[in-house]
């Protein structure tokens, strides 16, 4: 399998397993990640997700033999997953979280190593992230004549000072894990060995929040981003104030005046 999917204690765990190939993303990873976060975002038992790579890369972006080739018409589909890709190319979209509707849950990257094109794209997309210290990103597209379409044009300048993103977007040049931390686009660097534990450490504090508070955050962060402030306001109430019609929001304060951990039931 191109993917590895684990559940444990309300944590899903997808692990990108081609290291022969520095995890780079082929028809078939793209279709079993399309299909992961589609089982994630359903599973009302789910609720956070850490995604990582087996080996020493965390992805290395498109695979050039495989997948962009089926992708211009260069190669002919051979695989069922090359046919279902060929048959509906939103999978991509959904694979790299390029559609923002794909799951208003938590998403923590979990960087072990490059983190490259495609790689930093899917990245860009996750919520929280911990790099280990000898991850590099980079957007190598223009180098080969390419455009980086995982959403890094859009994404890269909200979520790095303007001259850094331009910076990353136009030489193609790589950007050192302690220079990501330093520009906030990482949360943590430790070393290789701790990525794992860090970032099941973040998604454990995650998953013992409300659940619907959550979803609900991070929904209103998504739909407010870009909006002018007023229409940004009215859109947080829209979705926020429910939240405090739910049986979750009449548990935290009991618990806490109960001085007890409080029982979250997602309803």
Not at 61 to 84: F, N, S
Not at 182 to 207: C, F, H, S
Request: glycine share 8%; hydrophobic share 45%; with cysteine.
């Amino acid at each position: 399998m191109a993917l590895l999917f684990e559940k444990h204690d309300g944590v899903a765990t997808l692990t990108l397993n081609r290291p022969e190939a520095r995890n780079a993303l082929d028809p078939e990873t793209i279709v079993e990640l399309a299909e992961a976060w589609e089982t994630f975002d359903k599973d009302p038992d789910l609720r956070v997700a850490v995604i990582t790579g087996l080996g020493d890369a965390f992805c290395s972006g498109a695979d050039l033999a495989r997948l962009i080739p089926l992708l211009t018409g260069a190669r002919q589909p051979e695989t069922p997953a090359d046919h279902k890709l060929r048959d509906n190319p939103h999978l991509q979209q959904i694979a790299l979280l390029r559609d923002i509707g794909v799951t208003t849950k938590p998403i923590i990257a979990a960087v072990n190593g490059f983190a490259i094109a495609g790689g930093m794209e899917l990245m860009q997309a996750t919520d929280l992230r911990v790099a280990a210290d000898t991850a590099v990103f980079a957007l190598q597209e223009p180098k080969w004549g390419l455009f980086p379409l995982g959403g890094s044009t859009v994404r890269l300048p909200r979520q790095l000072p303007w001259a850094i993103a331009m910076e990353v977007l136009l030489t193609g040049e790589r950007l050192s894990a302690a220079d990501g931390a330093r520009y906030g686009l990482v949360n943590r660097v430790v070393p290789r060995d701790q990525v794992m534990p860090e970032a099941l450490k973040l998604a454990r504090t995650i998953v013992a929040n409300g659940p619907l508070a959550v979803r609900a955050i991070k929904q209103s962060v998504l739909a407010c981003v870009g909006r002018p402030l007023e229409e940004a306001l009215q859109k947080e109430l829209d979705i926020g104030v429910p939240v405090f019609m739910t049986e979750d929001a009449r548990e935290g304060p009991r618990a806490f005046k109960e001085k007890r951990n409080p029982n979250f039931k997602g309803r």
